[in-house]
């Protein structure tokens, strides 16, 4: 069983990652803000952090998955009162539609899934604690702040020097947050303004609503404890997010916070990032009308790895689909060997011993959860298929393809043009392939004229070839 190594934003180290307790991989992804439609862009890193579970899981590993919901902050506050909507009627609705989102990407749903809303005492204990300890102070009107300077490890994950925090470099502060000692500082809780409406709560310093960086210092101590194995977001996130984070749980529980961090860099669009703000965002809806499916937009975005930004194009879900048709046939012409087996569980996969053809993609993935290298490596592995295996190794390797369909969350297009191709013409039309490939041109005629005699024609393309009724 090869371990699971990735890159760890604090150490700079792609690093050995192992239960912390010996049984369970904790992690913990910051969720959607609840707001609008997520954008594909968000999901590049929801769909990252399902690959991670899953290679894990794959590998052996039981996981406990939190990913929150952002219900309150000025985002969702401002657009529910645009829209005349309570927040709790304006987020349930945004929420509902990001899951519905989530199925169609075939993303496994965490196995908790708190909302800020839901925590608000939780948060509120949290900043009592880190006042009794002196790390927060409050300010005239009823605000409270988290006092950086009171924390020497501030800055550990960013890298950033204190200098730089100081002079507020990060533009990552409140131009009314006057009440501050220092401009670094950032609030915990913010004291009731007008444009609230009716979205506060009381608290020991009066009414107002949490800071967006404690939900997830509280929910990550709530389902995880003060120490668990790993924490996600995209890169934006590090700084400030992250960083206040773990200033907000260490600063209170005196305890390490989380062991590993992994962060996804961004889906980009003609050299920026696709963001709400920059309004170059596609959604799946919006996708869906250029005829490109849910798992098109899955396989595009596991196609580069994860640490590299990706660039958004509609070329690239061309090839996703051509892809992932060379997949569905190969699958289909194992299937067909084995004599129409229905498809295996996840749960059946999790078992597996003898891995077959996921073999090299699992290493793959193992390697800092190379993605582009594990499709690589398979469909180097498919091209070696050849009718007439033996039975137990084209199942070894039907599995082998499964278990890497099901690493990579992929669910294949029943292939409709090839599935009237027999299988016996399907076989030889990809042994023609290799032969071609080896340079076997003797072999590579035979076949061709095999399958012409079968009343079938083998057309090749750049990188692939096509079997159809002659
Ligand atoms: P938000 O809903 O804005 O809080 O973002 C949800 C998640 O999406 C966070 O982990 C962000 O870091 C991530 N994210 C936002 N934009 C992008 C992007 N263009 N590429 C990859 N991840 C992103
Ligand atoms: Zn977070």
Not at 35 to 64: C, K, W
Not at 266 to 282: A, P
Not at 290 to 311: C, D, F, I, K
Request: hydrophobic share 35%; net charge negative; glycine share 8%.
């Amino acid at each position: 069983m090869p371990t699971l190594r990735l890159h760890d934003t604090l150490t700079r180290e792609v690093r050995e990652l192992a239960p912390l307790d010996g049984k369970t991989l904790r992690f913990y992804c910051c969720g959607p803000t609840v707001y609008g439609p997520a954008h594909i862009g968000n999901f590049r890193t929801f769909v990252l952090q399902d690959v991670f579970r899953r290679t894990a899981e794959l590998s052996g590993m039981a996981t406990l998955h939190v990913r929150n919901i952002t219900d309150v902050d000025d985002k969702t506050i401002r657009d529910s009162q645009a829209q005349g909507l309570t927040l709790e009627e304006f987020t349930n609705y945004w929420s509902d539609r990001f899951h519905t989102d989530c199925a169609r990407l075939n993303l496994l749903p965490p196995h908790h899934e708190p909302s800020a809303i839901d925590h608000i005492p939780q948060q509120i204990a949290l900043i009592e604690q880190l006042i009794e300890k002196g790390h927060a102070y409050q300010s005239e009107d009823g605000s409270v702040y988290f006092n950086v300077p009171s924390f020497p490890g501030y800055g550990c994950l960013s890298h950033l020097d204190t200098r730089e925090l100081r002079t507020g470099a990060s533009g990552a502060v409140d131009s009314d947050e006057y009440d501050k000692d220092s401009v670094a500082d950032f609030a915990l809780w913010k004291a009731r303004k007008t444009e609230d409406g009716a979205n506060w709560w009381p608290s020991p310093w009066g009414e107002g609503r949490p800071g967006w960086h404690l939900e997830c210092s509280a929910m990550c101590r709530q389902y995880l404890g003060d120490t668990f194995d790993l924490h996600s977001g995209g890169i934006d996130l590090i700084f400030p997010h992250h960083e206040n984070e773990i200033a907000q749980s260490v600063a209170s529980s005196g305890q390490p916070f989380a062991a590993h961090w992994f962060h996804i860099a961004h889906l980009m669009v003609d050299g920026g990032k696709m963001s709400k703000s920059l309004g170059n965002l596609h959604t799946l809806d919006d996708l869906e009308t250029h005829g490109h499916s849910p798992m098109e937009t899955r396989y595009a975005l596991v196609s580069g790895h994860y640490r590299q930004p990706l660039n958004f194009t509609f070329q690239s879900l061309s090839d996703a689909r051509k892809a992932m048709e060379k997949l569905s046939k190969a699958e289909q012409f194992l299937r067909e060997q084995l004599g129409q087996p229905l498809a295996p569980s996840y749960e059946d996969l999790l078992g597996l011993e003898d891995r077959g053809i996921f073999e090299p993609a699992f290493l793959a993935l193992s390697q800092d959860l190379n993605t582009p290298d594990a499709l690589g490596k398979t469909f180097s592995a498919l091209r070696g298929l050849k009718s007439g295996t033996a039975p137990g190794d084209i199942r070894r390797d039907w599995l082998g393809l499964h278990a890497v369909l099901s690493a990579l969350g992929l669910i294949l297009p029943e292939p409709e043009a090839a599935s009237d191709v027999p299988a016996e013409v399907l076989a030889l039309a990809e042994q023609r392939w290799q032969a071609k490939q080896a340079k076997n041109w003797a072999e590579a005629d035979a076949c061709r004229a095999r399958v012409t005699e079968l009343g079938w024609i083998i057309k090749d393309g750049k990188d692939g070839y096509e079997v159809s009724k002659s």
